[in-house]
């Protein structure tokens, strides 16, 4: 049997954030915890020190988070540190297990079964409303939106109102068709007697809200709550954990609003974010010491986050010594991009760096075809990560199947416009579709088809239809490595969690990353967590690049907005100047923390520096943020138009107590103060009480909520 460590050697294994993360009971704990600065660490190592000090009974504890790989390594960490009782598990796993142990006593029968073939109920109930056979790709969209529907608590009466406003689509299906097929769908699993994998969780929830007895007996069983990754969880899983918890404090959350980057799936940050709202009396502890990058990788990921001004999350400081400067190259076509990226990964095994330790991370899959040929044409081995090989995609078997069938029909006509005319045989247009999912995806790939020809025709100018093809099987039959035995191949989502020594960030331009249908605010800000993420995977070497256009020729893209002050000879966006008259005054207020001059807009409000640390207390923060939301919402405005985000973390800094105060903060104005000043000092002077709604509490306090 394994000894359990003494309770100093646990805690001499931690920094001083993650020390406090370990020691801190009692009271609500909200860790904000950067990429590779120990989160997995700092909460297992207090599950370990609390169970040492008596804080925790070990039996009593249940650690939830997303995958069965973060669980399976919560575990083994816990039985390292001599704690092998506490329960590790995913939020469904926990859910099924407490459904089937509750269900007959309460419910009067067995737990229905959790049915394998969710997949094959979707098809029929599609095929019913449309009454056609359902593509796999249109069947995969309708079961990732139907999940989010279910975790985001929206039945299937309200679904199309809801996809509406929040501009939600699923291949040419409308949203009123989605609702109908969502409705359909739930109606044959109760006449199959069956349940689906994000029916665990609505069944958990109604046991542990119906019934009194039976979420008594949960709280009794788990009276110390851990929750990881917590920026991922959805309005169903928050529910679940408030159900879980009741009024007990012994709960501690840990996350990164950084990484939020499954919002499109029913994750919501917000959870994360406002904790302090919710839980006044918590500890936000702020994990920053980055442990896996060199320093050079995180100045990289510091200054992706905040290109486009300041942004949620911690600013990380590097422990992982230096290492080489990161790699910015425009190359002239996606071709010569994947070639040069071949090259580069080439450089780097021969230099001993082993394959698997190595990856490529693209926006979407369509994206791999260029570099499964570059990495096959160099002999570096490599594997896909969470994706079927671009020549199995059923879309490009249809096509090549296509084009054989031309093979030699016109053999004196322009290649490329051959393989143009077969494609659009086959649906494919220049333009792409407005919407995404699986329509996109398609229209991707056979846009990767075509610039693969294009790309043949210009190193063979006189190649045949029939060369092209063999071209392409051989390209075919290279395409994977053995599993673990190559470089990675992934889209950014699919690479969350993961980290290389090597990692390549291609097609870094306008249109790919942010991806074209990103428009929204929000959806912008989430393709900048994206590809922040990217960077942060890296341990020491990085690459970024971009290309202007797809073959060379044709329509230009401009580099990705957010290496907008980061690549070389360029300035953040935040922090250019306009030239002329203007550009007389930029140095007329200074940096009241480093010194350093301003430049206009938000650092003038803030009076600092954007990455220059901040004097504002979190819960004064979160507390004018979430008053400002409910303001603009009852007068159905955006935030902004209340206060600015610069203006408001201004306020939270200056604390001003009177009008001539509040009135000398930049973005504030005498509008703004006769109407805003009232709930402005009433949050400022005041502490929300435990259990009170902030609207309430303002009211009471005479502010204007």
């Not at 007990?248 to 709202?277: E, K, N, W």
């Not at 970024?544 to 073959?551: M, Q």
């Not at 903060?665 to 435990?690: H, M, Q, T």
């Amino acid at each position: 049997m394994r000894a359990v460590p003494e309770t100093d050697d646990l805690l001499a294994a931690l920094d001083p954030e993650q020390r406090a993360v370990a020691t801190t009971f009692g009271v609500p704990v909200c860790v904000i915890a950067g990429a590779g600065t120990g989160k997995t660490r700092a909460i297992t190592h207090r599950i370990a020190h609390g169970c040492a000090i008596g804080a925790y009974d070990p039996l009593a504890v249940l650690a939830v988070t997303f995958t069965t790989r973060a669980a399976g390594e919560l575990r083994g960490r816990l039985r390292g540190l001599g704690q092998p009782r506490v329960q590790a598990r995913t939020f469904h796993s926990a859910a099924l297990r407490q459904a089937q142990y509750f269900w007959p006593a309460a419910m009067g029968g067995e737990l229905p079964r959790v049915s394998d073939q969710r997949a094959g109920l979707m098809a029929e109930a599609a095929g019913r409303q449309l009454n056609q056979r359902v593509e796999s790709g249109t069947l995969r969209d309708l079961l990732t939106e139907i999940s989010w529907a279910k975790v985001s608590n929206v039945p299937p009466a309200d679904y199309a109102e809801l996809a509406i406003a929040g501009g939600r689509e699923v291949a040419a299906i409308d949203p009123t068709g989605v609702g109908r097929i969502y409705d359909r769908y739930e109606r044959l699993k109760v006449d199959r007697g069956v349940i689906d994998f994000d029916d665990v969780l609505l069944c958990a929830v109604a046991l542990l809200s119906d019934h009194d007895d039976v979420r008594a007996q949960v709280r009794r069983t788990y009276r110390h709550l851990v929750v990881d990754e917590y920026q991922d969880v959805s309005p169903l899983q928050q529910k679940l954990l408030e159900l879980w918890l009741g009024d007990q404090p012994d709960l501690c959350v840990v996350g990164d609003p950084a990484q939020t980057i499954h919002s499109f799936a029913g994750a919501r940050s917000t959870y994360l974010t406002r904790f302090a709202v919710r839980h006044p009396n918590a500890e936000v502890i702020r994990l920053v010491r980055d442990y896996r990058s060199t320093t050079q990788v995180v100045d990289v990921a510091n200054q992706v986050l905040r290109a486009r001004g300041p942004a949620e999350g911690v600013k990380l400081v590097a422990q992982g010594g230096e290492g080489p400067a990161p790699i910015f190259t425009q190359a002239d076509s996606e071709s010569d991009e994947a070639a040069r990226v071949a090259a580069w990964l080439a450089q780097l095994i021969r230099d001993g760096v082993p394959p698997a330790d190595l990856a490529v991370l693209y926006r979407i899959h369509a994206q791999s075809p260029a570099y499964e040929a570059a990495l096959s044409s160099a002999k570096v081995p490599f594997t896909l990560r969470s994706s079927e090989g671009f020549f199995q995609r059923q879309e490009v078997r249809t096509a090549l199947h296509a084009l054989r069938g031309q093979a030699g029909a016109a053999p004196d006509d322009d290649l490329v416009n051959v393989v143009r005319g077969v494609l659009a045989g086959a649906g494919w247009t220049v333009e792409p579709p407005s919407g995404q999912g699986q329509a996109r995806e398609r229209w991707e790939s056979l846009a990767a088809l075509f610039t693969l020809a294009v790309d043949h025709v210009g190193r063979h100018p006189d190649a045949d239809l029939p060369h092209l093809l063999a071209e392409l099987d051989e390209r075919a039959r290279a395409e994977h490595a053995p599993s673990g035995a190559g470089v990675t191949l992934s889209t950014l989502h699919a690479a969350k969690g993961l980290e290389w020594t090597g990692v390549a960030l291609v097609g870094l331009q306008e249109g790919t990353l942010p991806f074209a249908l990103a428009q929204s605010p929000d959806q912008l800000a989430e393709e900048q967590r994206l590809l922040y993420v990217g960077v942060t995977r890296a341990r020491k070497h990085l690459w970024l690049s971009w290309a202007p256009s797809r073959t060379g020729g044709g329509q230009r893209r401009k580099p990705s907005r957010f290496l907008d002050g980061i690549r070389p000879e360029t300035e953040p966006a935040h922090r250019a100047v306009r030239s002329g008259k203007r550009a007389k005054s930029r140095h007329a207020v200074t940096c009241r923390v480093c010194g350093k001059p301003l430049a206009p807009g938000a650092e003038l409000k803030l009076g600092r520096h954007a990455d220059c640390p901040s004097s504002y207390d979190e819960h004064t923060w979160e507390l004018l943020r979430e008053w400002r939301r409910q303001e603009a919402a009852e007068a159905n405005l955006p935030a902004f138009c209340v206060f600015t985000d610069a203006t408001l973390m201004a306020i939270a800094e200056a604390r001003p107590s009177d009008d001539r105060e509040l009135l000398a903060i930049a973005g504030v104005g005498r509008s703004k103060a006769d109407k805003y000043s009232e709930a402005v000092f009433a949050i400022l002077g005041s502490v929300v009480p435990a259990g009170q709604k902030l609207g309430q509490h303002v009211a009471k306090s005479g502010g204007d909520v």
